[in-house]
């Protein structure tokens, strides 16, 4: 069964950074997109960031200048790295292959003022 297993979350404080990562468990995942999600308590989940096959990335708004989405298609890894964290990046951060429908358990990642 093929699955994604995130990692990396945890308490930081404001301006501090993380690295995400998302370990996949087969190579298929290396033909498509990659996205990382982010829930927060009482708000919709968000697209924060993706990343094709080839390598090309995109971010929404409020993370972009601040996180890179990478991928290493050797070891099957997607990670999100984060600068200037702020409070309102506190969600449950989420790996995701969309076109296979298939997710990560998430990890929590929490930003102290």
């Known amino acids: 069964q093929v699955q994604l297993v995130e990692s990396g979350g945890g308490l930081v404080q404001a301006g501090g950074s993380l690295r995400l990562s998302c370990a996949a468990s087969?190579?298929?995942?290396?033909?498509?997109?990659m996205a990382w999600y982010r829930q927060a308590p009482g708000k919709q989940r968000e697209l924060v960031a993706t990343?094709?096959?080839?390598?090309?990335?995109d971010y929404v708004d409020s993370v972009k200048g601040r996180f890179t989405i990478s991928r290493d298609k050797v070891k099957n890894i997607v990670y999100l790295q984060m600068y200037s964290l702020k409070p309102d990046d506190t969600a449950v951060y989420y790996c995701a292959a969309p076109i296979l429908s298939t997710w990560g358990q998430g990890t929590q990642v929490t930003v102290s003022s």
């Open positions: 990343i094709t096959s080839g390598g090309r990335t």
């Open positions: 087969a190579s298929i995942f290396n033909s498509y997109s």
